[in-house]
């Protein structure tokens, strides 16, 4: 839609022939993400081609870079989307992050407890919404949780104690000289999740000076080291000694960063478009505080929920994404709003999904 506004052609790539993009693009090729004939057909009529979703297969990113500007290149997708690679890759490069193994077998499954205690088994690849995760609290569990998760390799994280989470997002644009800043930064989201999944998020995230600080040069610094064309987002802890550490990057628009659409001079979709087509970036001001909270599928259970009555709180605006299907955990949408503080804005999304519910 922000492709649109600018006066973009959109044609999409999706599994699905009725995928909520199709609605605006004025093309849709159905096909697998490892697809690489159909990744070849997508980019040869296509200026640039992004992604909104890191699990696209090596080959299909690798044909489309043979004929337009993948943004993200497929360098960096590659290491995120596997979660040892970038682990490994953020550990290596010097950011900070927590305690974690990699593990390829049962034994290496209960050597990983042993040596980090309580922590999350979490798969290498497709995983989201807390998907593909184990918590293990014991021996037992720990090879119960290796066997669960496919007996495949897996990322162990230690447990950590957080304080709080919150996300930057960073745009970073091919960079044509005299054209303005290369690198913006969105104020913090600060993030809360119900088993494993984003509930709500608020910007500017009250984090302190000192920890946006460092935030912030933490994740320019990924930005900058990956080579990201587009968008990165990146999720951090703030642990309860102190510590910032980095969960998981995305190499995309982000959930924690849709109330930019509402609380920010330039939105992340219009900002994606806008360094993936590489204009000027735009301005990441905070015009007002805002705040989003998830609408899951399992909100329909009980039949379609009352709309109207989430429309009734004031500043509240509804965000449905078109999905024909409503599954418990499935993300169908998302209601925004602003106020004159995050907290503000916040009280009246969940106020409004309160009133939604039948
Ligand atoms: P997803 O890809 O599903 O977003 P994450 O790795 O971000 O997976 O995990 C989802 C949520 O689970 C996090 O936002 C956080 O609330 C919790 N979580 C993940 N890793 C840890 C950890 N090592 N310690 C404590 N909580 C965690
Ligand atoms: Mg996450």
New binding site residues.
């Given amino acids: 839609m922000a492709a649109r506004s600018l006066g973009y052609d959109v044609h999409v790539l999706d599994p699905d022939p009725h995928c909520p993009a199709s609605a605006i693009a004025s093309r849709t090729i159905a096909a697998r993400f490892d697809d690489a004939d159909a990744a070849t057909a997508l980019a040869e009529r296509c200026a640039v081609v992004t992604l909104e979703i890191e699990q696209i297969g090596t080959a299909a990113l690798t044909a489309v870079s043979a004929i337009a500007p993948l943004r993200p290149g497929a360098a960096a997708v590659h290491i995120i989307q596997d979660r040892i690679r970038q682990k490994r890759w953020l550990s290596a490069n010097g950011f900070p992050v ?1 305690p974690f193994r990699d593990v390829a077998s049962r034994d290496e499954s209960v050597a990983a407890f042993d040596a980090l205690g309580r922590s ?1 088994f ?1 798969s290498t690849s497709g ?5 593909g ?1 184990v918590r293990v609290d014991s021996v037992d569990s720990a090879a119960e949780a290796w066997s669960s998760l496919g007996a495949r390799p897996c990322l162990v ?4 104690d ?1 304080h709080f ?1 919150i996300s930057m997002l960073v745009a970073r644009r091919p960079a044509t000289p005299g054209t303005g800043p290369e690198m913006v930064v969105f104020p913090p989201a600060r993030n809360h ?1 119900e088993h ?1 999944i984003l509930d709500w998020s608020t910007i500017p995230a009250a984090a302190g000076a000192a920890t946006i600080r460092q935030a912030t040069e933490v994740a320019t610094g990924i930005a900058s080291t990956l080579g990201i064309e587009g968008l990165i987002a990146v ?1 951090l802890f703030v642990l309860r000694d102190g510590r910032l550490v980095v ?2 990057l995305a190499p995309r628009p982000h959930n924690t960063f849709h109330s930019t659409e509402r609380g920010c001079a330039t939105s992340q979709f219009e900002q994606l478009v806008r360094a993936v087509c590489d204009l000027p970036l735009g301005s990441t001001d905070v015009v007002r505080p805002a705040a989003i909270a998830n609408l899951l599928g399992d909100m329909w259970e009980a039949g379609t929920p009352d709309f109207a009555a989430a429309l009734c709180v004031p500043a509240v605006r509804l965000h449905l994404y078109g999905k024909t299907s409503a599954r418990p955990g499935r993300k169908m949408g998302h209601l925004s709003a602003v106020g004159a503080t995050p907290d503000e804005a916040l009280e009246r999304v969940l106020r409004a999904r309160d009133a939604m519910r039948r």
């Avoid at 994280?157 to 950590?160: I, N």
């Fill in positions: 927590g999350i979490k995983g989201y919404d807390g998907r995760q994280e230690q447990f950590l957080i989470e999740h494993g999720e969960n998981e």
